[in-house]
């Protein structure tokens, strides 16, 4: 059964750094897109950010110049390393992948999210 398992959340002060990991196991023929989305308590889920199989980075205006989004193909690993965080950014991140588990299908799946505090 394919999963998508979250690491790396956490409480920082505000100008702190936390580094998200998001690894996907089970039977994949392989990863298109993958991104972060995160919801606020109240808040509708945005994304955050988001990166190609070719490693193309799209950010939300939000989070530019701080936050990074990159990919380990080998490991089918996505990561978010996020800098001068702000009591803004507190939320559930969750971890998403375009995945095919099957020679022609391709389906979208979650991982069950990790909570960043940013404390002022």
């Known amino acids: 059964q394919l999963q998508l398992v979250e690491s790396g959340g956490g409480l920082v002060q505000a100008g702190g750094s936390l580094r998200l990991s998001c690894s996907a196991s089970?039977?994949?023929?392989?990863?298109?897109?993958m991104a972060w989305y995160r919801q606020a308590l109240g808040k509708q889920r945005e994304l955050v950010a988001a990166?190609?199989?070719?490693?193309?980075?799209y950010y939300a205006d939000s989070v530019k110049g701080r936050f990074t989004i990159s990919r380990d193909n080998a490991k089918n690993t996505v990561y978010l390393q996020m800098h001068s965080l702000k009591t803004e950014d507190t939320g559930v991140y969750y971890c998403?992948?375009?995945?095919?588990?099957?020679?022609?299908?391709?389906?979208?799946?979650w991982g069950q999210g990790t909570q960043v505090t940013v404390s002022s």
């Open positions: 990166i190609t199989s070719g490693g193309s980075p």
């Open positions: 998403n992948a375009r995945i095919r588990t099957m020679p022609t299908i391709d389906s979208d799946y």
């Open positions: 089970g039977i994949i023929f392989g990863i298109n897109a």
